[in-house]
């Protein structure tokens, strides 16, 4: 089975610019998630898509936005990008399994990530 | 607004000896995950416990986790280099399936 696929892998863009990054699940999974990864501030939740609704989302300002298509990809864009932008940008795809209790729990399968540099 | 701990942020041990790394986080919650990142490299996931007292071993790795004192633990036993890399625990809060990370830890085996 393939796994989470990321493109593209690495991007240099300017401030003021904006970027769009791709991400393809892993077939039959319907939900995607988005991390940023920066040194600073570690590894942050953006935001949760599942049948191509936003399901949850993290403290990010508004030139951050994405959205899911009916085949699961997911599109992230970040509109008037900043220095502080600049970070790994990790997508993640997860099936609800049952816990064996009356719950279910995500597993996440996270892609390669894509490297953001913002000059 | 739940906050997930690990310490230490920086292990350096010698090959064979046997370290801890620990997981605090702040509110209930009965998933605790533990991935591996290698540098330059995506996350790789290695446990998933579930419930308390939850007990999972691969190879020289063993997780478990404490609900009530919001604790888990990775536990490495005669360690080797092929061990080094960050590791990172990580809590849902209320099955959100939105995942909060701890501050990872950088664990060098020195020969």
């Known amino acids: 089975k393939a796994g989470v696929t990321q493109t593209p892998r690495y991007l240099i863009k300017t401030r003021g610019q904006q970027v769009t990054l791709s991400c393809s699940p892993i077939s039959g999974h319907r939900s995607v998630s988005w991390y940023q990864q920066t040194p600073g501030q570690g590894l942050q939740f953006l935001f949760e898509y599942f049948s191509e609704t936003q399901r949850n989302k993290g403290n990010f300002p508004g030139r951050f936005s994405g959205r899911q298509f009916s085949n699961s990809r997911s599109e992230m864009n970040v509109s008037t990008l900043e220095l502080g932008d600049s970070a790994l940008y990790l997508c993640?795809?997860?099936?609800?399994?049952?816990?064996?209790?009356?719950?279910?729990?995500?597993?996440?399968?996270f892609g390669p990530g894509t490297r953001l540099t913002v000059t | 607004e739940l906050k997930v701990e690990q310490n230490p942020l920086f292990l350096s041990m010698q090959e064979g000896k046997n370290y801890t790394i620990y997981c605090n986080y702040s509110t209930t919650s009965d998933r605790l995950y533990w991935y591996r990142q290698d540098p330059g490299k995506s996350l790789e996931s290695l446990f998933v416990?579930?419930?308390?007292?939850a007990v999972k071993q691969e190879g020289r790795l063993m997780a478990s986790l404490d609900t009530k004192a919001r604790l888990s633990t990775l536990h490495i036993t005669a360690a080797v280099h092929d061990l080094s890399a960050t590791y990172f625990c990580a809590v849902d809060g209320s099955a959100t399936n939105k995942l909060i990370f701890g501050t990872g830890t950088l664990l060098a085996v020195q020969p």
């Open positions: 993640a795809s997860s099936l609800a399994v049952a816990d064996g209790t009356s719950g279910v729990f995500y597993e996440q399968y």
């Open positions: 416990l579930l419930s308390n007292g």
